[in-house]
């Protein structure tokens, strides 16, 4: 059995405000606990897997928390956005107290699956290029693409600032104007980046899948977003 710890940290753990904010939500009866309002902010529980309401909105403990969003376009993957909407908007507020961050960064434009979390070291894990957690993307070619063009992206085109050529892992047509790519570096803008070096340009671009988790899988609306279970992290862990 974990350490109990007072109603009040618990709440502050789980994004709920600061320590006084915590303390009034419960003096003010707006906490319960296995269905009882709790009132007195000092309280102890055990916090793993503790049930939890507040404003009647049911919540379970979660030490940390790992999420995938199905971005939609215009917004942006920053704490601090410039010209759109940050992809924090999307997410209840209190991910963003208690530090809930993007594992890397879509471009504004860019749809799909993003991962976010508060933990240090799965973020480190899933986004540092050492890694090599391949990415799926599907990019809207502007103009129709042919097998010159695949077999250009497979070979490796060269990138303004990179020392030698970059290949794609994995390329092929969906049809004349969808490709899908799969990388595994990460670099800045790298699909739109490749695909211009190679001749052609980006229309769109969604990333369909990260390690072996698909958008797919997860059956997320635009916008939309889910907690990562077990099982789904495992396959993001995995090392084939």
Avoid at 8 to 24: A, M
């Amino acid at each position: 059995m974990s350490k109990k710890l007072p109603l009040y940290r618990i709440l502050q753990n789980q994004g709920f405000g600061t320590r006084k904010g915590c303390q009034l939500l419960i003096e003010d009866g707006d906490v319960s606990v296995a269905g009882e309002v709790v009132t007195k902010p000092k309280t102890e529980f055990d916090p793993v897997g503790l049930e939890f309401s507040v404003f009647d909105e049911p919540w379970l403990y979660r030490e940390h928390v790992y999420i995938a969003l199905n971005k939609p376009a215009n917004f942006e993957c920053s704490r601090k956005p410039s010209h759109h909407p940050g992809v924090h908007t999307l997410l209840p507020e209190q991910f963003t107290w208690r530090d809930v961050q993007p594992v890397g960064r879509l471009d504004h434009d860019t749809t799909g699956l993003l991962l976010l979390s508060d933990h240090g070291a799965f973020i480190h894990a899933q986004s540092h290029p050492k890694h090599h957690q391949p990415k799926v993307y599907v990019a809207t070619l502007a103009e129709p693409g042919d097998q010159a063009l695949v077999d250009e992206l497979l070979a490796g085109v060269q990138l303004h600032d990179e020392p030698a050529p970059i290949a794609a892992q994995i390329a092929h047509l969906i049809d004349a104007t969808h490709l899908e790519i799969v990388i595994d570096q990460g670099k800045y803008h790298q699909v739109k980046r490749m695909l211009a070096a190679a001749g052609n340009h980006c229309a769109a671009l969604a990333r369909a899948q990260i390690g072996g988790l698909s958008l797919a899988s997860l059956d997320l609306a635009e916008g939309e977003w889910c907690y990562l279970d077990d099982a789904q992290l495992a396959i993001l862990n995995r090392e084939d």
